[in-house]
């Protein structure tokens, strides 16, 4: 058989773990990024069970869990502090619920590729299908040919805009501020939302004694009073909240501030276009409620290195691909919409409401959606 070219779009989670499961099952592919050089940035970052097979899978589970942190529950409080609903994990031969700094994950993926695997500075500015694979053109002038192309470049995806043109971002209504703090005098220990009428608060524990924390509010698109926002502002935003998040913000330095605005992809209804496949937040982005991002970018990895593990025509598996992903990461894309729809409620009576049916819902409900989550395909399709 003819060499074929793989060639991904993208250096971030979804390209980079592409790039280690196509490897691993003997197809070398060329990684082409925008940035000029890749940096350890960003906060915190949760992965769920279903991550964590796929990185068993992958060969690199133990290089993860070593730079992480296992969370064995999941609380949601009222302003007040009362709590509303807690979630224990199950312990088991698979660690999951486990939280890691987004810039460490970054650099274990890329130490498992050879740095001649990635070309900085390649953005795509236009791209054109050919008889013999697709034709990228970048910013910088340059251009290559490849066979097959994974497109993995996030959700501001020039390509899919152009396969999808209705396929646009979508302002999810709140706006959000993170940061990492140190952890030492605070010993926070459990992970947590607090969910009240100036917004959510969230807490997550991460390794090496540090506190990634978000913040949410609802505003128009854009606002330009809350970029601008210090740690005073959320200070006083946040003024009737229960400690310790007062304390957190105490702790906080405005150049710690992360802010932007949540967004994601309304589902679409085609991964597959011939040559051409989209994975992680170019195919599927979502919010950030049910902390699935990354990890569906991670299942991508796992299920697209086995369709083409099995089939010689790449276009027939990423039809596969396709077929296997869509159905899933709607249902992740839209749970999560309704999820931050129901966190930011502002109206009392609402709130109230919510909060009297979270409270009495029974245990083996909050159990069948980890279930759902934790049921990946690429090990049940073997």
Not at 11 to 28: E, N, P
Not at 205 to 221: E, I, M, R
Not at 248 to 260: E, W
Request: hydrophobic fraction near 40%; glycine fraction near 6%.
């Amino acid at each position: 058989m003819k060499h074929q070219t793989v060639t991904i779009i993208g250096g971030g989670i979804a390209g980079l773990t592409t790039a280690i499961a196509l490897h691993r099952i003997g197809i070398d592919v060329q990684i082409f990024e925008a940035s000029k050089q890749i940096e350890p940035l960003g906060a915190g970052l949760g992965l769920g069970i279903n991550a964590m097979i796929a990185f068993k899978e992958l060969g690199i589970y133990q290089e993860v869990i070593q730079h992480g942190r296992i969370l064995p529950s999941f609380s949601i409080y009222d302003h007040f502090g009362k709590p509303i609903t807690k979630t224990n994990f199950e312990q088991t031969t698979n660690i999951g619920n486990f939280t890691i700094h987004r810039g460490k994950l970054q650099q274990i993926l890329l130490s498992q590729l050879a740095p001649s695997a990635i070309q900085l500075d390649k953005r795509v500015e236009h791209f054109e299908t050919t008889d013999n694979g697709v034709e990228l053109t970048f910013k910088n002038g340059s251009t290559h040919l490849t066979n097959y192309l994974i497109v993995a470049d996030g959700i501001h995806s020039v390509i899919r805009q152009k396969l999808v043109p209705s396929a646009s971002s979508r302002y999810a209504g709140y706006t959000c501020w993170r940061a990492i703090i140190n952890n030492h005098t605070l010993n926070i220990d459990e992970t947590s939302e607090t969910w009240g009428p100036d917004g959510r608060f969230g807490l997550i524990p991460l390794a090496d004694k540090t506190l990634y924390w978000f913040a949410c509010v609802n505003t128009s698109f854009n606002n330009p009073k809350f970029k601008s926002y210090t740690v005073a502002d959320l200070q006083h935003h946040f003024r009737r909240y229960h400690d310790p998040i007062p304390e957190i913000l105490k702790h906080t330095l405005d150049n710690s501030l992360i802010h932007n605005d949540i967004l994601d992809i309304r589902p679409i209804n085609q991964f597959a276009f011939g040559r051409i496949v989209l994975i992680g937040d170019a195919a599927h982005a979502t919010t950030p409620n049910m902390g699935q991002g990354a990890c569906q970018a991670i299942e991508d990895a796992a299920t697209i290195a086995q369709c083409m593990s099995r089939e010689t025509d790449f276009e027939q598996a990423f039809r596969t691909f396709e077929k296997r992903r869509l159905k899933r990461t709607k249902w992740i894309t839209d749970t999560s919409w309704k999820i931050g729809q129901l966190a930011q409620l502002e109206n009392p009576l609402l709130i109230w409401l919510r909060n009297v049916v979270l409270r009495s819902m029974p245990t083996s409900v909050s159990a069948k959606q980890m279930k759902k989550i934790e049921a990946v395909d690429f090990l049940d399709a073997k």
